[in-house]
C-alpha cells in the first residue's frame, strides 16, 4: 500500500511560481509511475504531468509545457512539481498519484492510477 500526501500549494499572483511535493509512505517510488492532475472548480480532473521514477521519463500536459517540470529526492521518496510563469488557469486542486511503472509510458487517464493523494489547492490572481 501506498500513502501519498501533498503539499505546497497556496496564492500566488500570475507569473509567479509554486513547487509542489508528493511524499509517498509504504513503499519506495523506484519502480513507479508518478501522475499530477488538476481539477478546477466545475470542471473534470485533467491530466498534468506523468513521470516514471526509473529512468526520469517525464511527459506534460501541452497547457503547461514549458512551464512546468519535476524533479525526485530519492532519499525522501518525495516527487516535486514546479510551475513557473503560473497563470490564472492553472487555479485548480492538484493531485499526486501513483502506479506500478509498466510497459507503456505516459500515463494519462485516472484509471491508470492506483493511489491518490488528497490534493493540494493553488490558487492564481491576476
Known amino acids: 500500500q501506498v500513502q501519498l500526501v501533498e503539499s505546497g500549494g497556496g496564492l500566488v499572483q500570475a507569473g509567479g511560481s509554486l513547487r509542489l511535493s508528493c511524499a509517498a509512505s509504504g513503499r519506495t517510488f523506484s519502480s513507479y509511475d508518478l501522475g499530477w492532475f488538476r481539477q478546477a472548480p466545475g470542471k473534470e480532473r485533467e491530466f498534468v504531468a506523468a513521470i516514471r521514477w526509473s529512468g526520469g521519463r517525464q511527459f506534460y500536459a501541452d497547457s503547461v509545457k514549458g512551464r512546468f517540470s519535476s524533479s525526485m529526492n530519492n532519499a525522501k521518496n518525495t516527487v516535486y512539481l514546479q510551475m513557473n510563469n503560473l497563470k490564472p488557469e492553472d487555479t485548480a486542486v492538484y493531485y499526486c498519484?501513483?502506479?506500478?511503472?509498466?510497459?507503456?509510458?505516459?500515463?494519462?487517464?485516472?484509471?491508470?492510477?492506483?493511489?491518490w493523494g488528497q490534493g493540494t489547492q493553488v490558487t492564481v490572481s491576476s
Open positions: 498519484a501513483a502506479r506500478v511503472g509498466s510497459g507503456w509510458f505516459p500515463a494519462v487517464y485516472e484509471t491508470d492510477y492506483t493511489y
